[in-house]
């Protein structure tokens, strides 16, 4: 039996609340982030090198 069991993004699915929520943070500034801070797509967090 291994410790960890691990799901893949196709076995979770969010629903109700949590679901709405992330859309909400989608349709948002998280969603639109490069729009508000251009220098973002260059950042070392998502694969840029600064």
């Not at 949590?18 to 973002?40: H, T």
Request: hydrophobic share 35%; glycine share 10%; net charge neutral.
């Amino acid at each position: 039996m291994n410790k960890w069991n691990f799901y893949t993004t196709d076995e979770i699915k969010p629903a109700g609340w949590l679901k709405k929520q992330l859309e909400i943070q989608a349709e948002g500034l998280s969603g639109n982030l490069d729009r508000i801070w251009p220098d973002i797509k260059d950042s070392a967090w998502i694969g840029g090198n600064k």
